[in-house]
């Protein structure tokens, strides 16, 4: 759709793109940290504590302009994961 031409034209790193594509492909559907990490760097190894994905949607956040209090685009979703919400 257009609006997800336009969000994922704003964001230019491409571990953010990865992660705003696999959002917007599962739209309404939320996605756990450890699955986007595995669906980005496939075998690599991932640890609760690992930090990386929660950054990675910080960075997405700050390129959309969205918040973690009042968020347009990527809704967090305590103790589960992300997901965009479906129109």
Do not use: C
Request: proline share 2%; charged share 25%.
């Amino acid at each position: 759709s257009l609006g997800m031409n336009i969000l994922v034209k704003k964001v230019s790193t491409n571990i953010d793109n990865i992660i705003l594509r696999i959002l917007l492909e599962n739209k309404g559907r939320v996605i756990s940290a450890e699955e986007l990490f595995h669906r980005i760097w496939q075998d690599e190894y991932y640890s609760k504590s690992n930090n990386t994905i929660p950054v990675h949607v910080r960075h997405l956040r700050e390129k959309l302009n969205d918040t973690l209090n009042k968020p347009k685009y990527i809704k967090t979703v305590w103790g589960v994961g992300y997901k965009i919400e479906g129109s």
